[in-house]
């Protein structure tokens, strides 16, 4: 079973950039058919997909969020890395890395497809 764990600070000030890192154990990141994803709920607010890494390196990207989001995979530490600049409180969320193992190309899937979850981390923005 793969296990999924966020890291990163709790706050984060306007206009700056939230960098959260999800540490991966029982499986490699670059292990064919992987998705590495991460998602985000904002108080009050439905789990919203943000975006996601490929076995192969390749990211896919929520169109809403698409001009701030960079997700990255480091292999010699077995993690991938979230970062999403000039954020606003808006951002403020618990900030979940998740995987899902496809036999085909990437798709957006219902959360209940996801094979496992990191935790979560709150993430608040505020000055």
């Known amino acids: 079973q793969v296990q999924l764990q966020e890291s990163g600070p709790g706050l984060v000030k306007p206009s700056q950039t939230l960098s959260l890192t999800c540490t991966v154990s029982g499986e490699f990141i670059t292990t064919n058919g992987y998705y590495w994803s991460w998602l985000r709920q904002p108080p009050g607010k439905e789990l919203e997909w943000i975006g996601t890494?490929?076995?192969?390196?390749?990211?896919y990207y929520s169109p809403s969020l698409k001009r701030r989001t960079s997700i990255s995979g480091d292999t010699s530490q077995n993690q991938f890395t979230l970062q999403l600049s000039s954020v606003t409180p808006e951002d403020t969320a618990v900030y979940y890395c998740?995987?899902?193992?496809?036999?085909?190309?990437?798709?957006?899937?219902?959360?209940?497809?996801?094979?496992?979850w990191g935790q979560g981390t709150q993430v608040t923005v505020s000055s």
């Open positions: 998740a995987s899902i193992l496809l036999g085909g190309v990437w798709y957006i899937p219902p959360l209940e497809e996801y094979d496992d």
């Open positions: 890494i490929a076995a192969s390196g390749s990211t």
